[in-house]
């Protein structure tokens, strides 16, 4: 019955789609065959696969790099805690700020190039990243660090043994929605930087009208975004198995 | 809990941290590190004005035109939609794979749609916050609806309530403070919403005046609008949050 | 006034939920004015039991009839009190205690008197203004029950209310509970997992079976009448007719 529903709404949205197709409401608004057809052109061309490939270079970049700085940062703002509540304001700050906002000024610092949109995506993605490992740290049991004190644990074995298991499930949170936002970030570095990546194959579709290409590279990039997100998701389930 | 959920709460630590940075973005600017690194004296200064000859409000009017114009819907639309599916099964069995999968999308990909769709227009910019916006508010008024506590719906079915009185009485008062949490996540959401969509269409508002002063290498008057962004992201925050400490006491 | 309270009969009545068969052929008559204990194992359906009477559930074979009218849903004769108190967290005492009323289409100046003279009468005075959170287990209860008596029902009946509560807070519950019952008699329907509690407070206790739940057996208890303060828990005939029910209840586990 559920999987009937779903099945329901998919049918009803591509039906849905057609019929915009069709109404002239904007001129050139390709129907869903067309953008099939314009997808598997460009997949067979190359085009959209090495835009994918500039695409996740820099989101490879930026992101991991957001890993390996913001999950340490955020431990150490969780374990120091007069460094965690004065970081904690300026990362408040910036997850406050549009990012996007500083799209320009880092274009301005770093160029027009992939260093540019991986440290987009690096302020998207590290405040997140950051954030959630310190509140992992914060939110451990007391009960758990008392009991760890009342066998006479060392500092550094509570802190291996219980506050990052304890904090891991928050991290593990943390860095999959910072991937969520370092895909948003990306994308709207490449929007507007081109010439790169998916960014720039969209851009350059729709300044050439060619709406049917435009509309499947969105499709596509809505994809890869999903499928990274789920496979994130995947693996973070599998690192969590005691979480019934 | 969703990260980035915490609100900025600036207390004294908050204050003194604020200052340390200022004070310390000071010194480097002075001590020109950078091009791209000013004093916060110049960037008040550029700030000051461009508030002078028009520039910014006219832009900020703009922008905040656009949001109100995409959130309101947005949350109308969305706080609906979200009953709707927390409410019946076979709506939310419609619904939530849509909602789910496009609430984590990078939804600045559809933008350029948007685009083809309404052109070059600010309604593009309306039209974004609403995406940005809605998607939040509807998962978290779902939720809202649907961690309602059995046991109280129960009791009021023992009392004779029917359908209505069950949805007034018991499962939207329950449901409030999620769809406000929701609706504070909208806003925040509507914000980052309208700074991408200005930079897109790069023709009014706010976004319009970052790509521009980026273009023309005017780093204190870029700086200025970035702070008057994160204005109006903390204003609109902390809006959202006083309404929400009005509506919500009994917790 | 106070209505009549009235005589329930169930008459037969089988519930399955999926494959668990949780009644089965229950036959129970409860004498108006009667009060009335459901004890029995984990999982022997008395609180099914309970829920049929108050047309929260259906039967699958038989009737529930209440005052002479079969129950088809929850009905204005029947009040219930929970075991988990299902307060709105986020209304007073006082608007908790109309809530009944409320939905019963009192309005708001006669639901405001009557409610906030059961919180009166159920010894809370005073904290009319107060919100759940703020209360403690009992307390709670005791607004559960000002809004189950508010809307003057002839049956009332309880889900193991005082099983969320302390034991001490309890037993002043219980003689509390007893002196209302005495001033407007109502037909009452206990479900309990406490022998001394059911012997305390009832005039007849019905021992459920296990799964499949069948009335098993059902005890008189002759205690004289008011019970409340009178230091009955500590005569041998209340510890022999507990022992007795504890015997019954044994052979069941």
């Known amino acids: 019955m559920v999987v009937a529903l779903r099945a329901a709404s998919v049918i009803a949205f591509v039906l849905l789609w057609e019929w915009a197709a069709r109404v002239p409401i904007s001129f050139n608004f390709p129907s869903p065959w067309a953008t099939l057809t314009a997808l598997v052109a460009l997949l067979r061309s190359g085009a959209i696969l090495s835009a994918t490939a500039t695409s996740l270079q820099s989101l490879a970049l930026g992101f991991g790099i957001a890993i390996a700085v913001g999950v340490p940062l955020g431990l150490v703002m969780g374990v120091v805690r007069p460094v965690g509540r004065v970081a904690r304001v300026y990362l408040d700050l910036l997850i406050a700020l549009p990012t996007a906002a500083l799209i320009p000024l880092v274009i301005l610092s770093f160029g027009i190039n992939i260093l540019s949109s991986a440290v987009i995506v690096f302020v998207f993605s590290v405040p997140f990243v950051t954030m959630n490992a310190y509140g992992g740290v914060r939110d451990v049991r007391p009960r758990l660090l008392e009991m760890a004190h009342a066998f006479d644990a060392s500092r550094w074995q509570v802190f291996v043994r219980i506050v990052l298991p304890s904090a891991l499930p928050m991290i593990l949170a943390g860095i999959r929605y910072a991937l969520s936002r370092a895909f948003v970030g990306l994308i709207v570095a490449e929007l507007l930087l081109s010439p790169f990546g998916l960014g720039r194959l969209i851009m350059a579709s729709r300044s050439m009208f060619e709406h049917d290409r435009m509309f499947a590279t969105v499709l596509w990039t809505l994809l890869l975004a999903g499928v990274a997100l789920a496979a994130l998701a995947r693996l973070e389930g599998r690192l969590l198995r005691w979480r019934t | 809990m969703t990260p980035g959920a915490r609100e900025s709460d600036l207390g004294r630590t908050g204050l003194i941290a604020v200052a340390g940075l200022l004070i310390m973005w000071e010194a480097l600017g002075r001590l020109d590190v950078s091009m791209f690194v000013l004093p916060v004296t110049t960037v008040a200064a550029a700030w000051w004005h461009l508030v002078g000859d028009g520039t910014l409000t006219r832009a900020a009017a703009s922008s905040l035109v656009s949001l109100v114009k995409g959130f309101v819907p947005a949350a109308v639309l969305g706080v609906a939609v979200g009953l709707a599916m927390g409410r019946f099964a076979t709506v939310r069995h419609l619904l939530d794979g849509w909602v789910n999968a496009l609430m984590s999308a990078p939804l600045s990909a559809l933008v350029p749609v948007l685009i083809a769709l309404f052109g070059i227009r600010d309604t593009v910019v309306a039209a974004t916050v609403f995406m940005f916006s809605f998607f939040v508010i509807v998962v978290n008024t779902l939720t809202g609806v649907r961690s309602t506590d059995p046991s109280l719906v129960e009791m009021a079915r023992s009392f004779g309530a029917g359908e209505f009185a069950l949805f007034g009485r018991v499962y939207l008062p329950s449901a409030l403070p999620a769809v406000m949490l929701g609706l504070r996540l909208g806003v925040v959401q509507a914000v980052k919403g309208m700074v991408v969509g200005e930079m897109l269409i790069s023709l009014v508002g706010l976004g319009e005046r970052l790509i521009y002063y980026g273009n023309t290498f005017l780093i204190a008057e870029l700086y200025a609008v970035i702070a008057s962004v994160l204005l109006i992201a903390l204003v609109t925050s902390q809006l959202a949050q006083a309404l929400d400490r009005a509506l919500i006491r009994w917790k | ?253």
């Open chain 3, 1 to 253: 006034m106070a209505p009549r309270p009235v005589e329930i009969v169930v008459d037969g009545v089988s519930k399955a939920f999926g494959t668990v068969q949780a009644l089965v052929d229950v036959h129970v008559r409860v004498r108006a004015g009667e009060f009335l204990s459901l004890i029995g194992p984990s999982g022997c359906g008395k609180t099914t039991l309970l829920k049929t009477i108050a047309g929260l559930v259906a039967p699958d074979s038989g009737r529930v009839v209440v005052g002479g009218r079969t129950v088809e849903g929850p009905g204005r004769e029947c009040s219930v009190v929970f075991q988990d108190f299902a307060l709105l967290p986020w209304a007073t005492v006082q608007k908790n205690a109309e809530f009944g009323l409320l939905l019963r289409g009192v309005p708001a100046a006669a639901r405001a008197e009557r409610a906030r003279g059961m919180i009166a009468k159920v010894g809370l005075a005073g904290f009319e203004h107060a919100y759940p959170a703020q209360l403690s287990g009992g307390m709670q209860q005791r607004v559960g029950l000002a809004r189950a008596l508010a809307v003057n029902p002839q049956v009332l009946l309880m889900d193991e209310p005082f099983a969320s509560i302390d034991e001490q807070t309890r037993r002043v519950f219980q003689d509390d509970l007893l002196q209302l019952w005495s001033e407007e008699r109502k037909t009452v329907v206990l479900v309990t997992h406490s022998m001394e509690e059911a012997i305390y407070l009832s005039d007849r206790v019905v021992v459920l079976s296990p799964r499949p739940g069948r009335v098993h057996q059902v005890l008189e208890v002759p205690l004289p009448r008011p019970r409340e303060g009178a230091g009955v828990r500590a005569t041998a005939e209340f510890a022999r007719l507990v022992d007795d029910l504890w015997k019954v209840l044994r052979k069941l586990q």
